[in-house]
């Protein structure tokens, strides 16, 4: 790592009571280099048990406070934000390995969401239930309570900014468990929301060992809902914990995206719009195109065009200017791609493009396509989490829906038609909690967001995300 990059890389920290901790850790490695960039601090039991406090004692206060002053300190957030956008990028292409032009992007969108969440809050509205005279039914929104909030490392700005602003703006009080291989990002979004002037312990961040940090603060008498992004294993876990405690759940968990070509579509721009998708964050975005189910008419068209440009993909280094994709976030993953590709290769798939580790130094795949792809591979079935794209053929539209909907999974899914007959049937077929047509683009701040099936419940984002902090206290009241 040059040392103009240690410079720019800041000390991760724990945020606990409005408190700056360091403690003993782990080290942060630069995807690109395999260089230590620094140390993540582990929480100790008497960390989580002071942060668990402090929430509980902040939100006494910050519930109380007025939506408008609660607003007002989220936008001053969001300024730091857009002020701060050129380290906070930088930070993130050092420590997770996507380009600066794509990490500019993710700082942007988390500002922008959390200026949709801060106007959110001067509108959490109760309603009055007509009823006979002298009896008034109010419904009241009020905040939950202490969120325990637990974020992932593709997304390390977007992904808790998401928890973070969407809980504070109801009215709650947060314990965050930010991933230990991201950490100075989460502590710079922590510190936006600080230098707003958010009271101490409305927001609390730890790192450590994500068993011993779940079993703690789930369990908790003081926390009151679990907001997590991550696996579909993982949710699962976390959801049985808090079930057992009765504590609602917000999950946004894996996906695996089908893609529907139609005959009717241009199958050299669709493409051209999926390489740019599906080397997005490496592909690892949980929203990421990565099962092409393409008509048999266009099916080589679109097969070769995919092919030949994503051969020509610029792979590289994520501060360099001219990288279109940068490497995985670490060499777990790298490995668990290849293993796929070797996987789906000895059952019969063709290797179009990529497929193999480029250099010694990092954690750099190529973006990797493959043809025929038969439905027992692993990939087929399995998400990738990486640059992998699956190309498989379909003969009729009742074909394509199937394979669409085979797996347990439904976070999202494309499709790629100008017929509004097909647009009919895939918008009330298609088995999934979000449905893009004609494009590859992804939720924004104001559209509700998250899956069905195994890929979660609740939703994050528009005016479903901040309600879901909340609980709907009834009031019947009879005048005397």
């Not at 993982?234 to 995206?257: F, N, S, T, Y």
């Not at 976030?329 to 179009?352: F, P, S």
């Amino acid at each position: 790592m040059s040392a103009d990059a240690a410079r720019a890389y800041p000390e991760p920290r724990l945020l606990i009571g409005g408190e700056w901790r360091t403690r003993p850790g782990a080290p942060v490695l630069d995807p690109s280099t395999d260089a230590v960039l620094g140390t993540v601090p582990h929480a100790t039991p008497e960390d989580l048990h002071d942060a668990l406090a402090a929430a509980g004692r902040a939100l006494r206060g910050w519930r109380a406070t007025p939506p408008e002053t609660r607003a007002a300190v989220l936008l001053r957030a969001a300024a730091l934000l857009r002020e701060r956008v050129e380290p906070i990028a930088t930070t993130m292409a050092l420590e997770q390995g996507k380009p600066l032009r794509d990490a500019r992007n993710e700082v942007l969108r988390a500002a922008s969401i959390v200026e949709w969440d801060a106007q959110e809050a001067r509108r959490l509205y109760g309603r009055i239930i007509p009823a006979e005279p002298g009896m008034r039914h109010l419904v009241i929104r009020e905040p939950i309570g202490v969120v325990a909030a637990f974020s992932p490392w593709n997304a390390p700005v977007g992904s808790p900014a998401r928890k973070v602003s969407g809980a504070l703006a109801a009215g709650c009080t947060l314990v965050l468990k930010a991933a230990e291989e991201t950490p100075a990002c989460a502590t710079e979004l922590a510190r936006a929301f600080v230098d707003a002037g958010l009271p101490a312990g409305a927001l609390n961040l730890v790192f450590g060992d994500p068993e011993t940090i779940s079993e703690t603060l789930v369990p908790h008498p003081a926390v009151r809902m679990v907001a997590f992004t991550g696996s579909v294993a993982v949710g699962k876990r976390l959801a049985a914990l808090a079930g057992a405690h009765m504590k609602p759940v917000l999950m946004e968990l894996g996906g695996h995206g089908p893609v529907i070509v139609c005959a009717d579509a241009d199958p050299e721009a669709v493409a051209a719009a999926a390489v740019a998708a599906k080397s997005r964050n490496a592909g690892q975005i949980c929203i990421s195109a990565t099962r092409f189910l393409v008509a048999d008419p266009v099916y080589e068209r679109f097969a070769a065009a995919f092919a030949e440009r994503a051969r020509a993909m610029k792979v590289g280094h994520p501060l360099a200017p001219d990288t279109e994709m940068g490497p995985l976030a670490n060499h777990r993953r790298r490995r668990a791609i290849e293993a796929l590709v070797d996987d789906a290769v000895a059952r019969g798939a063709q290797r179009l493009a990529g497929g193999g580790r480029i250099g010694t130094v990092g954690c750099f795949l190529p973006l990797t396509v493959l043809a025929d792809v038969p439905t027992d591979a692993r990939a087929m079935q399995e998400e990738p989490f990486g640059p992998l794209a699956l190309l498989r053929p379909f003969a009729t539209i009742d074909e394509a829906i199937a394979l669409a909907n085979a797996l347990p999974l439904g976070l999202n899914a494309y499709a790629f038609t100008d017929s509004a007959r097909l647009v009919e049937r895939l918008t009330a077929e298609l088995e999934t909690g979000y449905l893009s047509i004609n494009h590859f683009g992804s939720s924004t701040a104001a559209i509700p967001f998250g899956g069905v099936k195994d890929s979660g419940h609740g939703r994050e984002g528009g005016a479903e995300g901040v309600l879901g902090y909340t609980i709907a206290k009834v009031v019947s009241h009879l005048a005397r």
